[in-house]
């Protein structure tokens, strides 16, 4: 199946600061990535769709202006959470489709865990 | 939207034991269903899929039933090992477009 690697795994920040999570499809090239936030013993919450030169798409009930997505190239997005606070904590994944393999099938990439303190 | 139901919410099996987990979905217009894996702190994994215009797919251990009439799909675990445990999540969504996913189901199989 396709790879999607996260970077950072993990992250500890201080409230008010901003963190940057990478999602990178390793050997295909995706137009569309999601992002999603899950919290302990929780679903996956789709937060966002990333499409490769053009505007996120968010769910409804999520800030685009705290999390900011950028999908600049055909293998890489970024989210961005601004100002975070310690509710911000959780896990966020990100998932990615090779439209060489499936239109519909999205691949995750391991999660990035994140605490603000 | 769509909206995915899942249950049981826990499952607690014998080894060897079968297990199945039942899913319901709401957006008559969802034709893709996956089944993920997840294993505690790890990413979601892909086990099986099914889309709409067949009714059952099989792969070794594991099965899923899809009944469009009554929108609901199934994953059926047979002969379970100790490492089957994990929770596993049931997605319904229409091909190009987004995934809904069940609340999860945890599944314990004891020795």
């Known amino acids: 199946g396709a790879v999607v690697s996260q970077h950072p795994s993990w992250v500890i920040c201080k409230s008010g600061t901003s963190v940057k999570i990478e999602c990178r499809s390793l050997d295909f090239q995706a137009t569309t990535m999601f992002w999603y936030r899950q919290f302990p013993k929780q679903s996956l919450m789709l937060m966002a769709t990333?499409?490769?030169?053009?505007?996120?798409?968010?769910e409804q009930g999520v800030e685009k202006d705290k999390f900011l997505i950028n999908h600049a190239s055909l293998t890489l997005s970024t989210l961005t959470v601004t100002s975070a606070h310690p509710e911000d904590s959780s896990f966020y994944i990100c998932?990615?489709?090779?439209?060489?393999?499936?239109?519909?099938?999205?691949?995750f990439g391991p999660g990035t865990r994140l605490t603000v303190l | 939207g769509e909206n995915v139901e899942q249950h049981p919410s826990t499952l607690s099996v014998q080894e060897g034991d079968s297990a199945v987990i039942k899913c319901t979905y709401s957006?008559?217009?969802?034709?893709?269903f996956p089944w993920y894996k997840q294993e505690l702190g790890k990413r979601p994994q892909l086990i099986i899929d099914?889309?709409?215009?067949?009714g059952e797919k099989k792969d070794q251990r594991i099965a899923v039933t899809l009944n469009k009439t009554a929108k609901h799909f199934s994953l059926h675990i047979t002969e379970t090992q100790p490492e089957d445990s994990a929770v596993y999540f049931c997605?319904?969504?229409?091909?190009?477009?987004?995934?809904?996913f069940g609340k999860g189901t945890m599944l314990l199989v004891s020795p």
């Open positions: 997605a319904a969504g229409r091909g190009y477009s987004t995934l809904t």
């Open positions: 998932s990615a489709r090779d439209p060489g393999l499936s239109t519909d099938t999205q691949y």
């Open positions: 957006d008559s217009a969802s034709n893709y």
């Open positions: 990333s499409n490769e030169g053009s505007k996120a798409t968010y």
């Open positions: 099914i889309r709409s215009n067949v």
